[in-house]
């Protein structure tokens, strides 16, 4: 398991050393790079096969926006709100606090709690922290915030107090990041499973969304499918009938053949999915001694499929089987 911390500044560096030092058992690496920085590192971290990323405030929103790994924003707890705001308990007034929503929402709450009245805005980016600031300037001489906050009020000539995330905040993040990466294996397991069994059990058989695109396919002949492959622009006729929102068979003629296809629909979230297995190929043996002709089906693992898909998801609400038979004609 490997996780990757970017702190946005040198002491939460610090701190992440130390949770660091007391899991043994992961790889956890620390860097350090605030918003457009930390981004870029957090980006060479997913290229590396990093499992998740843990941030905090506006550098962790801004990574959470553009990697495809877990990001987890390391929670501003009360008692790192308070530790800061018992610095400025001499200053009556000219105490603004200003920082990312998960600062400010838990500032409201304290500064109540406490009957001590601050201002208290929220900002969303590093521009809007200017903006704010320069609004402030006149009336108020020290800032209580994050890294980007603490940063530009300096920049402006104001005094700035940083809200520092301590070890049981880090530690917690942590936590959590092992259990989502540990999830996430899990379940990649689990699909690997699934595809490795349609692939297996199914030689024709496909996946397709509600809109036609095709998500697993092991159909080879005469449609051969590949993931994202549109059946709607592909196949028009065969995408309205493969889509009927109920269980059932039917059959379809490609480039001059016949097939008969099996059609069960199930649901993952709010999206509809369906599952479309080849279930016919008929092959004609004659026995020319007996003079007789037997077609045979060929039978797909249609019902152990949906049990599987049923079970794991709860995504199939009705199984539905079919049989096959075989006729001897004289």
């Given at each position: 398991?490997?996780?990757?911390?970017?702190?946005?500044?040198?002491?939460?560096?610090?701190?992440?050393?130390?949770?660091?030092?007391?899991?043994?058992?992961?790889?956890?690496?620390?860097?350090?790079?605030?918003?457009?920085?930390?981004?870029?590192?957090?980006?060479?971290?997913?290229?590396?096969?990093?499992?998740?990323?843990?941030?905090?405030?506006?550098?962790?929103?801004?990574?959470?926006?553009?990697?495809?790994?877990?990001?987890?924003?390391?929670?501003?707890?009360?008692?790192?709100?308070?530790?800061?705001?018992?610095?400025?308990?001499?200053?009556?007034?000219?105490?603004?606090?200003?920082?990312?929503?998960?600062?400010?929402?838990?500032a409201t709450v304290?500064?109540?709690?406490?009957?001590?009245?601050?201002?208290?805005?929220?900002?969303?980016?590093?521009?809007?922290?200017?903006?704010?600031?320069?609004?402030?300037?006149?009336?108020?001489?020290?800032?209580?915030?994050?890294?980007?906050?603490?940063?530009?009020?300096?920049?402006?000539?104001?005094?700035?107090?940083?809200?520092?995330?301590?070890?049981?905040?880090?530690?917690?993040?942590?936590?959590?990041?092992?259990?989502m990466t540990s999830f996430k294996q899990a379940l990649l397991e689990d699909v690997q499973l699934l595809q490795e069994h349609v692939n297996r059990s199914c030689d024709h058989a496909f996946i397709i969304d509600q809109f036609g695109n095709v998500k697993t396919s092991t159909f080879q002949q005469p449609m051969k499918l590949k993931k994202n492959d549109s059946i709607a622009s592909l196949y028009p006729d065969f995408y309205k009938v493969a889509t009927e929102q109920h269980p059932g068979t039917f059959h379809y003629e490609i480039h001059g053949?016949?097939?008969?296809?099996?059609?069960?629909?199930?649901?993952?979230g709010s999206q509809s999915y369906f599952w479309i297995s080849h279930i016919q190929s008929n092959l004609d043996l004659l026995d020319k001694e007996q003079g007789i002709s037997i077609t045979r089906t060929r039978k797909t693992d249609v019902a152990s499929f949906s049990k599987m898909i049923a079970s794991d998801?709860?995504?199939?609400?009705k199984n539905h089987c079919s049989c096959q038979t075989m006729q001897c004609k004289p």
């Open positions: 398991m490997k996780i990757m911390g970017i702190a946005p500044y040198p002491g939460l560096k610090e701190v992440m050393w130390k949770v660091a030092a007391e899991e043994p058992h992961i790889q956890f690496d620390v860097q350090q790079g605030d918003l457009v920085e930390g981004l870029e590192l957090a980006k060479l971290a997913e290229a590396n096969g990093y499992d998740a990323i843990i941030s905090r405030g506006g550098t962790a929103t801004l990574i959470e926006q553009q990697v495809t790994i877990p990001v987890i924003d390391i929670q501003v707890s009360a008692y790192d709100i308070i530790r800061s705001m018992k610095l400025m308990e001499e200053f009556s007034e000219g105490v603004a606090i200003v920082g990312f929503k998960n600062i400010t929402q838990g304290i500064s109540e709690i406490m009957n001590r009245h601050y201002d208290v805005h929220t900002i969303y980016d590093e521009s809007s922290a200017l903006e704010q600031l320069q609004r402030l300037q006149p009336s108020f001489n020290v800032i209580i915030g994050d890294a980007i906050t603490v940063r530009t009020a300096h920049h402006l000539g104001l005094n700035g107090i940083l809200i520092t995330s301590g070890f049981e905040a880090v530690n917690e993040a942590v936590q959590t990041a092992k259990k053949e016949t097939m008969s296809f099996q059609r069960i629909p199930f649901t993952k998801q709860s995504l199939i609400q």
